[in-house]
């Protein structure tokens, strides 16, 4: 009788080492680079929308609490997964085990119950504002001058703090679904791992928690509403490119109320450009973690096992791909200045105006100190004299 059977069937050392190694390059060293870049690029952007000039508008406080979600993301990001892998990978790939001792790993595990929903939370906090935000930039493209009276900075701020308590009660459920279990080797050192409790190891509750709660609100509604505005929003966009095309045409003193609504849509243009831009390039990253997602409820619905038809791809394909979803998250989080830059006039100006006065007010500095010096040589080389 054949003895392979599936339950004798585990990774071998070179899938353990190959994934090992993937995760160490692209999920360590790569995503410490992108951590810090992304960290930079969210405190510059947040400077940069926070001045008088940006905040006036509805859509940068959106982007605002967007980039200051981002950056808090970023540092756990950073704390727990890229610096955490870095470190412990080398030691887990020479020994080809990953499951050697670890005091960081340790920390991690001992900590996973508060981290995991702290992250699942400013995950969906980034999900929503990215919504609200495009929500908000198409009304101000198909509503034109009335769009002022709803496109306010008090209604920004309440739609940002409903969406905060939303996320916060959504994700409160995983705060009871998670603990970490303590355990002794054979050396009497603590290890910690990271466990279901007994509730989230009820199958109803990983049912509707995973399955008709957790995919639904986290990735279908968001994705098919941010698809529809994306539409919607360049279906206006050309039409208004039609319309200030055909005005060009007309008599200045023939201006109507609709050539008046036109040229104050041509002043949102640009920054409506920028927000379609940001909207893609959430869509492209978060598109492999929805993958990844999917992936796994369908996993918990059946028996896990490992057989030869799904060997490769269960010991390779899956995890690999798990962490370039956790990668492409990353690229999410510090992609959004370089389109502030590229698309955005506004935003180039208000930073070049910056840019100026930080020089000025190093250069006055400079001169007020070279000042300083002369004045003091002079009043020593006066009191020489005298003596």
Excluded at 36 to 56: K, P, Y
Excluded at 203 to 218: D, R
Excluded at 331 to 350: A, D
Aim: proline share 2%; aromatic share 14%; glycine share 2%.
């Amino acid at each position: 009788m054949p003895m392979n059977n599936a339950t004798n069937l585990s990774c071998s050392d070179e899938d353990i080492r190959f994934v090992l190694t993937f995760a160490l390059i692209l999920g360590g060293w790569s995503s410490i680079v992108t951590c810090v870049l992304g960290l930079l690029a969210n405190t510059f952007s947040i400077i940069i929308l926070a001045q008088q000039r940006m905040r006036s508008l509805s859509t940068n406080i959106y982007l605002i609490a967007l980039a200051i979600v981002n950056f808090l993301w970023l540092v756990f990001f950073l704390i727990f997964y890229a610096l955490r892998l870095t470190i412990i990978l080398p030691s887990f790939i020479s020994a080809n085990d990953q499951h050697i001792f670890s005091v960081y790993n340790q920390i991690f595990h001992q900590l996973s119950p508060y981290i995991i929903p702290s992250m699942n939370t400013l995950q969906l906090c980034i999900i929503y504002y990215t919504v609200a935000v495009s929500v908000d930039r198409y009304l101000y493209i198909s509503m034109g001058l009335n769009a002022s009276q709803y496109c306010t900075i008090r209604n920004a701020l309440r739609i940002i703090f409903s969406l905060t308590v939303f996320a916060i009660l959504f994700i409160l459920p995983y705060w009871f679904k998670y603990r970490a279990v303590t355990y002794l080797d054979y050396q009497n050192r603590t290890h910690y791992e990271v466990s279901h409790t007994k509730l989230g190891q009820q199958k109803i509750f990983q049912q509707i928690i995973n399955i008709y709660i957790y995919v639904p609100v986290v990735h279908v509604i968001p994705l098919i509403t941010l698809l529809l505005i994306n539409i919607l929003t360049v279906r206006r966009l050309i039409q208004y490119h039609d319309e200030h095309r055909r005005l060009l045409c007309q008599s200045i003193r023939q201006m109507t109320m609709m050539q008046t609504k036109v040229l104050y849509s041509r002043r949102h243009f640009h920054v409506s450009i920028m927000l379609i831009a940001v909207v893609v390039l959430f869509l492209l990253c978060r598109l492999p973690m929805l993958m990844n997602n999917l992936y796994e409820v369908h996993n918990s619905t059946k028996n896990n096992r490992l057989t030869e038809d799904n060997l490769y791809f269960q010991c390779r394909i899956w995890l690999a791909f798990n962490t370039f979803a956790n990668f492409m998250q990353t690229i999410n989080s510090n992609g959004n200045l370089i389109i502030y830059i590229l698309c955005c006039q506004n935003f180039r100006e208000t930073t070049r105006e910056l840019f100026d006065k930080l020089i000025n007010f190093f250069r006055f500095q400079s001169n007020e100190g070279l000042l300083s010096m002369i004045h003091i040589r002079s009043r020593t080389s006066t009191r020489s004299t005298v003596t």
